[in-house]
């Protein structure tokens, strides 16, 4: 059995934390906690997620408010150690705010919601993230955000693409991303930030189960 | 006691489709000499301090630190006596 003990953490605002918390748990079978923001303390937890949402109700910048809260110190120095980390929609917004993760999300060039399944590429799959894909694999994976557009200079998308650090991106983007892209790691490798939800194409019992090699890879990868 | 008043808006190199739905919709009321339309954000507050290069100070470190973003925004920000 994975020695992998999940936190994910819950913002006032927070809303696919329990959705996360089912895959987790009920699919994945294994020791899976909600850690409050305030708390400040991630435990003794190797995997940590930060879930979709509206985070503080999305005010002054989507992502802003959490990105200050006491857990996020906790995290950051996990992090910096090489713990997992896993931003999912409001999550990734969170991380780039951080500056765990370079650039940013604006608002959808179409400024509209949008709220459905798309095609995504497995750009990279040699990561801890991504090992259990082909690569250039084609999966369908769904998304719900205002604010997806992944914006950064030229530089640093160029370091991006050089380093491999793209893991994901839209076949048809639905958001207008920069270089189509949905998701991305870090230089080291171990936090990534992606924009459409895994965990909500993870139950059989849904219709699509692309999301879960994803979340599955990440919790055997802890041995 | 001092105000400030920051005004936050998109970088210059960044597109702003808000600004642009706007300011297509002032043309088409007629105002078709408006050009660079750009969607902000204003915010206000007050700073107890002794000068006002303390103020300058701390507003900008609070503009730097939290007001904006500067992968993607710019701000500036006036202060005033009260």
Known sequence: MSQAKVGIVVFPGSNCDHDAYFVFKDILKVDTKFLWHKEGNIEDRNIIILPGGFSYGDYLRCGAIASFSNILKDITSFAKKGGIVIGICNGFQVLCETGLLPGVLLRNDNLKFVCKTVSLKVENNKSIFTYK???????????????????????????LIAKNQILFSYNDNPNGSIHNIAGIQNESRNILGMMPHPERASDIKLGNTDGLRLLQGVVESII | MYKVKVTVTLRK????PQGKTVEHSLHSLGYTGISGTRIGKYIEFFIEADSEDKVKLTADEACKKLLSNPVMEDYTFIIEKV
């Open chain 1, 133 to 159: 894909y082909g690569v250039k694999e084609d999966i369908n994976i769904p998304v719900a955000h205002g604010e997806g557009n992944y914006y950064c200079e030229e530089n640093v998308l160029q370091e």
């Open chain 2, 13 to 16: 190199t960044i597109l702003d």
